[in-house]
């Protein structure tokens, strides 16, 4: 009896996981995949510290974004719209889309490549086949259902855990890496910091997180003060266990290819997938096989997060009702639904066009570290203001982390500008 209550209380706490466990694992993309990839093989452990570094500020900052959408039950972008010029609520979507566009473009495409390293045949192919799967699904599956899939996808990340234990580390020297890394000078070292930082803590993720907390709560005005702080409470226990989970992953990509190619004086990758076939004859068919299929689980879990969020932040700018709750088939959400096909069918078209596959991954990542910035300084000016957030304004201690991360990123960018 006691046993069978016990396995009811786990159950019931997992199922209480959503957005944050949600975020965290979207935040482990194709393109974040690649870009940890080329960290790790490039400079080795050196890296390995960032992902230590930006989990608590990671924390913070999702914890911001979900506040303000739980406690005012609406998304970033309509409390922008409420308090700020339009030029502010333009330029912070305009820039989200963008970004979301390349990194959605980069997501499919390392999933058509991953696909045709395993089976053969067109990447192109996989590419429209992909992103048509994942409109679908979006679109037309329940809500409910379609939350239920996206954690489940979540464990194809565990995949990263996996190929670091098949291999023989020296965990004492990996320990000493991170407390004193050895970082070369130059600009390259501060362009990986920036794309590690922007592939991290990325915008798409505060505007997701924040409408799916509004999701979550059906729209409905916060009931007792009690009922909030235990809601508020869930909120911060979910997000610290998903960003977790996510840097956790990150770091162990670093790990393994730093422990594998870098090691073996491969310095340079191309795309995520690039990184699996380069496994293979270092680590071994396994090893090749849970990267790969790790790749395509996560691209099937980032593509809907991407343009799900795009397609929020749009909605709340423009005024219409924007939920995953909607059903095309009964005539709603129209505009919605259009903003989310129209950015994955931009992305599986960028698929298509002659582009350097690492710059884009790359550089989207840069872009993201980049915009993150002024989005992080709006959200923050939002979480502290009483007309916005009421007796829930965010305390001390998540204020001065928030702003931390805030001044950490803003930091890098500009160390990043300065040595152009």
């Given at each position: 009896?006691?046993?069978?209550?016990?396995?009811?209380?786990?159950?019931?706490?997992?199922?209480?996981?959503g957005?944050?466990?949600?975020?965290?694992a979207?935040?482990?993309?194709?393109?974040?995949?690649?870009?940890?990839?080329?960290?790790?093989?490039?400079?080795g452990f050196?890296?390995?510290?960032?992902?230590?570094?930006?989990?608590?500020?990671?924390?913070?900052?999702?914890?911001?974004?979900?506040?303000?959408?739980y406690?005012?039950?609406?998304?970033?972008?309509?409390?922008?719209?409420?308090?700020?010029?339009?030029?502010?609520?333009?330029?912070?979507?305009?820039?989200?889309?963008?970004?979301?566009?390349?990194?959605?473009?980069?997501?499919?495409?390392?999933?058509?490549?991953?696909?045709?390293?395993?089976?053969?045949?067109?990447?192109?192919?996989?590419?429209?086949?992909?992103?048509?799967?994942?409109?679908?699904?979006?679109?037309?599956l329940?809500?409910?259902?379609?939350?239920?899939?996206?954690?489940?996808?979540?464990?194809?990340l565990?995949?990263?855990?996996?190929?670091?234990?098949?291999?023989?580390?020296?965990?004492?020297?990996?320990?000493?890496s991170?407390v004193?890394?050895?970082?070369?000078?130059?600009?390259?070292?501060?362009?990986?910091?920036?794309?590690?930082?922007?592939?991290?803590?990325?915008?798409?993720?505060?505007?997701?997180q924040?409408?799916?907390?509004?999701?979550?709560?059906?729209?409905?005005?916060?009931?007792?003060?009690?009922?909030?702080?235990?809601?508020?409470?869930?909120?911060?226990?979910?997000?610290?266990?998903?960003?977790?989970?996510?840097?956790l992953?990150?770091f162990?990509?670093?790990?393994?290819?730093?422990?594998?190619?870098?090691?073996?004086g491969?310095?340079?990758?191309?795309?995520?997938?690039?990184?699996?076939?380069?496994?293979?004859?270092l680590?071994?068919?396994?090893?090749?096989?849970?990267?790969?299929?790790?790749?395509?689980?996560?691209?099937?879990?980032?593509?809907?997060?991407?343009?799900g969020?795009?397609?929020?932040a749009?909605?709340?700018a423009?005024?219409?009702?924007?939920?995953?709750?909607l059903?095309?088939?009964?005539?709603?959400?129209?505009?919605?639904?259009?903003?989310?096909?129209?950015?994955?069918?931009?992305?599986?078209?960028?698929?298509?066009?002659?582009?350097?596959?690492?710059k884009?991954?790359?550089?989207?990542?840069?872009?993201?570290?980049?915009?993150?910035?002024?989005?992080m300084?709006?959200m923050?000016l939002?979480a502290?203001?009483?007309?916005?957030?009421?007796?829930h304004?965010?305390?001390?201690?998540?204020?001065?982390?928030?702003?931390?991360?805030t001044?950490?990123?803003?930091?890098?960018?500009?160390?990043?500008?300065?040595?152009?």
């Amino acid at each position: 009896m006691q046993k069978h209550i016990e396995k009811l209380q786990i159950r019931r706490r997992l199922g209480q996981l959503g957005p944050g466990l949600i975020t965290g694992a979207a935040d482990d993309d194709p393109s974040g995949i690649a870009t940890y990839s080329q960290a790790g093989a490039q400079f080795g452990f050196s890296m390995l510290w960032t992902m230590v570094f930006t989990l608590p500020l990671m924390v913070a900052i999702q914890v911001v974004s979900a506040r303000i959408g739980y406690v005012t039950r609406r998304g970033l972008a309509a409390n922008i719209k409420d308090r700020f010029p339009a030029w502010v609520l333009f330029g912070v979507v305009g820039l989200l889309l963008v970004a979301n566009t390349l990194n959605l473009a980069a997501d499919i495409a390392a999933m058509a490549e991953a696909l045709r390293l395993l089976v053969g045949g067109s990447a192109h192919v996989y590419a429209v086949t992909f992103g048509l799967a994942c409109l679908v699904l979006q679109v037309f599956l329940p809500y409910a259902t379609y939350v239920r899939w996206l954690k489940w996808l979540t464990l194809a990340l565990l995949s990263y855990v996996a190929v670091a234990f098949s291999l023989r580390l020296d965990w004492w020297h990996v320990a000493g890496s991170i407390v004193h890394p050895q970082l070369p000078a130059g600009n390259e070292m501060l362009l990986m910091v920036v794309a590690l930082f922007g592939t991290t803590i990325s915008p798409y993720l505060f505007f997701w997180q924040a409408s799916q907390e509004v999701e979550d709560a059906g729209g409905t005005a916060p009931h007792t003060p009690s009922e909030v702080r235990g809601h508020l409470r869930r909120i911060k226990a979910d997000t610290v266990i998903g960003m977790t989970f996510s840097n956790l992953i990150a770091f162990f990509i670093i790990l393994t290819t730093a422990a594998t190619l870098h090691a073996s004086g491969v310095h340079d990758i191309q795309t995520s997938a690039q990184a699996a076939d380069a496994l293979r004859p270092l680590a071994g068919e396994f090893a090749y096989l849970l990267f790969s299929l790790g790749i395509i689980g996560t691209g099937m879990l980032a593509v809907p997060v991407l343009a799900g969020s795009a397609a929020y932040a749009v909605a709340e700018a423009a005024g219409w009702h924007g939920s995953l709750n909607l059903r095309l088939d009964k005539g709603e959400g129209r505009g919605f639904y259009g903003v989310i096909a129209a950015a994955t069918i931009g992305g599986v078209i960028l698929c298509f066009t002659p582009t350097d596959p690492v710059k884009e991954l790359f550089w989207s990542a840069v872009l993201n570290g980049v915009i993150a910035v002024p989005i992080m300084v709006v959200m923050m000016l939002l979480a502290t203001r009483r007309d916005t957030m009421g007796e829930h304004v965010i305390g001390r201690r998540l204020r001065a982390m928030g702003w931390l991360a805030t001044a950490a990123m803003a930091a890098t960018v500009a160390a990043m500008f300065a040595t152009l």
